[in-house]
């Protein structure tokens, strides 16, 4: 690019023509008032207007290979952007990544890093991991120069592509869950934990496919287990679990199961005496009773990526740890269920 300085008695239609101006301007023309925004390409004819500017103007000539702002952030948003992502715009170099419907945002960081330690190059996102609703803004790209070389633009397309999708979200499939529960409740206990479970997991789109309620008997609950996973759930749910008993009932029945233990304990607060096991490739995720009716555990943390069709691994959970005091500054992670009203 090739910047240049004009005095209003300088300016000229051919001068200025194809030309980027590098300031907004607000200037008085034969109608009145009028805007031009930085970043514009000028025209011919509005070189009369340009004259009235009082000092000296300041203009970009783009050379063979440059790139307007707003065709690199186009093109930087079209390269990143995956599966369940709309864009919006450009507005002064920013092209606005929305979510296309409700699921869970999934950012690749590490791509995400190195198409930002390129010169010029910006995109921005929400925390991975996060559930987003429909259209929820959930990132954006930015160059901050009016001109950059193109060539910085095909390296920043060229990792998105190796990388794709770095910006995603993934849908909630409405897969159906099955509740094993261990504790007696009754009454008004048992209405609103039943309440808890049908509101959660309804907001994802997905049916309770069930509700046990089991005695202590661990081939009654191995049973209701293996009914469930028939019946083709997607998730199952052990309340009522004591996590720390390794002869406790439930544990027992998966073990009868063959069911692999994925990880004991969960990095985070509340809920950390959760456990996952995995039965072939439906998880079943262990957690006390009363870890149903918060709406801000650990528990609420991962329906999202159970219920998006996502495995969730060991190493998933041991990362819980970074930001894992769950209080009320950590309300952006969770479903907007969390900041309803019980």
């Known amino acids: 690019m090739r910047p240049i300085a004009l005095e209003p008695e300088e300016i000229t239609p051919s001068g200025v023509a194809g030309k980027i101006l590098c300031n907004d301007l607000v200037l008085a023309g034969d109608t009145g008032r009028a805007r031009l925004n930085k970043g514009r390409i000028l025209r011919a004819e509005d070189a009369d207007l340009l004259r009235s500017a009082s000092g000296e103007l300041h203009l970009i000539e ?90 910085v633009v095909a390296r920043a397309e060229a990792i998105a592509r190796e990388e794709k999708p770095v910006v995603r979200v993934r849908p909630f499939l409405g897969g159906a869950v099955g ?14 934990f039943e309440s808890a479970i049908h509101m959660k997991v309804g907001w994802f789109g997905s049916p309770v496919s069930g509700i046990a309620y089991l ?25 009522g679990v004591n996590s720390t008993d390794p002869l406790d009932l439930t ?37 006390a009773l009363c870890g149903m009716f918060s709406r801000t555990t650990v528990l609420d943390l991962l329906l999202p990526r159970f219920l998006s069709g996502s495995r969730v691994r060991a190493v998933d959970i041991a990362r819980f740890g970074h930001g894992g005091v769950l209080g009320k500054e950590m309300a952006f992670r969770f479903p907007s269920y969390a900041a309803e009203g019980d």
């Not at 702002?69 to 948003?77: F, W």
């Not at 929305?98 to 910006?122: H, T």
């Not at 990880?263 to 957690?287: D, I, K, Q």
Request: proline share 7%.
């Open 179 to 192: 509740v094993v529960v261990r504790e007696r409740i009754a009454g008004k206990a048992r209405e609103r």
């Open 62 to 151: 783009m050379e063979p290979g440059d790139v307007h702002e707003d065709d690199a952030s186009t093109r930087l948003a079209w390269a990143v952007a995956g599966d369940g992502i709309a864009l919006k715009g450009p507005s002064e170099s920013q092209t606005q990544l929305r979510a296309a419907y409700r699921g869970l945002l999934d950012v690749k960081v590490e791509a995400l890093q190195q198409i930002n330690e390129l010169p010029d190059m910006s995109v921005f996102t929400l925390y991975d991991g996060q559930p987003v609703t429909e259209g929820k803004p959930v990132g954006a790209t930015k160059v901050t120069p009016l001109v950059v070389p193109g060539n």
């Open 215 to 239: 005695p202590d008997d661990a081939s009654r609950i191995a049973e209701a287990i293996e009914r469930f996973v028939a019946d083709g759930v997607s998730l199952i749910l052990a309340a």
């Open 251 to 287: 544990i027992q029945a998966l073990d009868r199961l063959g069911a692999e233990t994925e990880r004991r304990g969960v990095p985070a607060h509340p809920g950390s005496t959760c456990w996952l096991a995995y039965l072939g490739e439906v998880p079943v995720f262990g957690l």
